[in-house]
Antibody
Framework: EVHLLESGGDLIQPGGSLRLSCVAS????????MAWVRQAPGKGLEWVSS????????LYADSVMGRFTISRDNSKNTLFLQMNNLRVGDTAVYYC??????????????WGQGALVTVSS | IQLTQSPSSLSASVGDRVTITCRAS??????LAWYQQKPGKAPNLLIY???TLQSGAPSRFSGSGSGTDFTLTISSLQPEDFATYYC?????????FGGGTKVEIE
């Protein structure tokens, strides 16, 4: 059974940094692309970033480009999102999502339960 | 690529046939998925490649369309189907979601 477990969510002041982690189990983590998707309180879903299986390709939404960095450690079945220079508008539940092989042209087939990031002074 | 879902909300009764539409601002072939989200929970995949039912999803859910116009149909609404539904295009980056359709009890 596929399982994705996020951690690292917290209350952080504007301008601060935070790193989210997502530990995966139940599938061969090293063969699937992964992504982060966020959802602001009461709002819809927003794709944040994707990374391919071997970390050779990373992609970002314009809203986080230059501030967020996605990475993965296939030896530890873990996906990361380093978030720097956080803004109030980054407040959201951040979901880790598994891609069915690739993300582009495929789909997100499993999601974690989410980690809440609150940016506030 | 912008995805426009309609309606943004609807009220329906158990047993009703429900149709949700998703229109893309440019052609995306069949690179579209549909998700169901219940309050406080992560999204759950229903349909991918526009019309393929995800394993384990109830057969009352179906998807159709290609190019720019897509639909999600629930053939007979059940109590557990009251939720918010999102479409997602995976044709090009940035990947984008529709604004969501909230299905409520009438």
């Amino acid at each position: 059974e596929v399982h994705l477990l996020e951690s690292g969510g917290d209350l952080i002041q504007p301008g601060g940094s935070l790193r989210l982690s997502c530990v995966a189990s139940g599938f061969d983590f090293s063969t699937d692309a992964m992504a982060w998707v966020r959802q602001a309180p009461g709002k819809g879903l927003e794709w944040v970033s994707s990374i391919n299986a071997n970390s050779g390709t990373t992609l970002y939404a314009d809203s986080v480009m230059g501030r967020f960095t996605i990475s993965r450690d296939n030896s530890k079945n873990t996906l990361f999102l380093q978030m720097n220079n956080l803004r109030v508008g980054d407040t959201a539940v951040y979901y880790c999502a598994k891609c069915a092989g690739h993300c582009q042209y495929r789909h997100f087939d499993f999601w974690g339960q989410g980690a809440l990031v609150t940016v506030s002074s | 690529i912008q995805l426009t879902q309609s309606p943004s909300s609807l009220s329906a009764s158990v047993g009703d046939r429900v149709t949700i539409t998703c229109r893309a601002s440019q052609a995306i072939s069949t690179y579209l998925a549909w998700y169901q989200q219940k309050p406080g929970k992560a999204p759950n995949l229903l349909i991918y490649a526009a019309s393929t039912l995800q394993s384990g999803a109830p057969s009352r859910f179906s998807g159709s369309g290609s190019g720019t116009d897509f639909t999600l149909t629930i053939s007979s609404l059940q109590p557990e189907d009251f939720a918010t539904y999102y479409c997602l295009q995976l044709n090009d980056y940035p990947l984008t979601f529709g604004g969501g359709t909230k299905v409520e009890i009438e």
